[in-house]
């Protein structure tokens, strides 16, 4: 059977937060749980009417909850400018920010709208055009960001003779390098936040393996049935090896909100092959590590998005 797992969450009340991929899989437990704790939880999401019932599960488990709907495509950077200046013209400072969302081995290699990759716009370039355009909310606020990748982002490379993939595709590499870039990208924020005194601290967090959609069927982009490796999955959840989305939402809430929790680490289940099991500090994957690569990706990514990176 599953084990059940939880963690201390700190007051937030007066905090605000935003999560992205909020409207299914551990990202609602996640924004469920800051709700719990009295934050106002940001939801922006791709599909509205999913976004709604999410918020609605969240508000009947946590009644009072402070929730606010907004709309944003990951993948698509004017997308995320609208809802960017939308947020900066409201003026509220953001206090934690948890980049959740995540698109995971489409078969066949698709382009977002502006013609990237579709993992690379989403799982990367969207969220750190987000967390660029949204700087001074962050700064304002001494934000907490917290990175969500993977354990895939210990394994391969960053594609960088050909990050967009148009030359060759393989799904899971693919998926493998849009996590190591949203992972050194991160660990560049904490760098550039220590020196430049901004305020923020950047940290990452893994979710371990657990039953979500990231797997499942999702005909939209290509995948018409669950793969062998989501039912893998969901037996090794039963098993209690792997996690539960309401287990895997737990590093990423600890990483964003423990006082405990440093900015340039990395948080994830402590169980057997960090699959499974209650959050914990870990060791960052090597893959993380070299700042040269780091300052590479802060470059490539200011140069893709447009978006004006602090130099």
């Known amino acids: 059977m599953p084990r059940h797992h939880d963690i201390t969450v700190p007051d937030l009340t007066g905090r605000r937060a935003l999560v992205t991929g ?8 996640i924004a469920a749980r800051l709700a ?23 508000a009947a488990a946590v009644p009072g909850a402070r929730l606010d709907v907004r709309t944003l495509d990951l993948s698509s950077l004017g997308s995320v400018q609208a809802l960017a200046d939308d947020l900066l013209r409201e003026g509220e400072p953001l206090h934690v920010l948890i ?9 066949a290699r698709k ?18 055009a ?13 934000a907490h960001v917290t990175s969500q990748v993977s354990i895939a982002a210990n394994r391969n490379a960053v594609h960088w003779d050909d990050l967009s993939w148009e030359r060759s595709y393989d799904p899971f590499q693919a998926y493998s390098s849009s996590k190591i870039a949203f992972g050194l990208f991160a ?30 069927s999702q005909p939209e982009i290509g995948r018409t049935g669950d793969s062998t490796e989501v039912k893998v999955i969901r037996v090794l959840a039963r098993l209690g090896i792997a996690g539960t989305p309401q ?4 590093p990423a809430v600890l990483a964003a909100t423990s006082p405990d929790a440093r900015g340039g680490r990395l948080y994830g289940p402590r169980g057997l092959g960090h699959i499974g099991g209650p959050p914990a500090e870990q ?12 300052r590479r990706i802060w470059d490539v990514t200011r140069e893709l998005t447009g978006v004006d990176l602090p130099a």
Do not use: C
């Open 111 to 128: 382009a977002s709208a502006d013609g990237f990759e579709l993992q690379l716009a989403t799982n990367h370039l969207g969220h750190a």
């Open 247 to 250: 287990s895997a939402a737990l």
């Open 130 to 142: 987000l967390v660029g355009r949204l700087l001074p909310l962050l700064r304002e606020g001494r």
């Open 22 to 29: 909020a409207s299914d899989g551990m990202g609602v437990h």
């Open 187 to 216: 660990m560049e924020l904490q760098r550039r936040s220590e020196a430049g005194g901004w305020g923020l601290r950047s940290n990452l967090s893994h979710p371990g393996v657990s039953p979500t959609n990231l797997l499942a």
């Open 36 to 58: 719990r704790a009295g934050a106002t939880v940001v939801l922006p999401v791709r599909n509205a009417t999913k976004g709604r019932a999410a918020a609605d599960r969240i």
């Open 99 to 107: 980049g959740n969302a995540g698109l995971m081995t489409p078969p």
């Open 283 to 294: 060791a960052v994957y090597s893959r993380l590590t070299s700042e040269a690569d780091a």
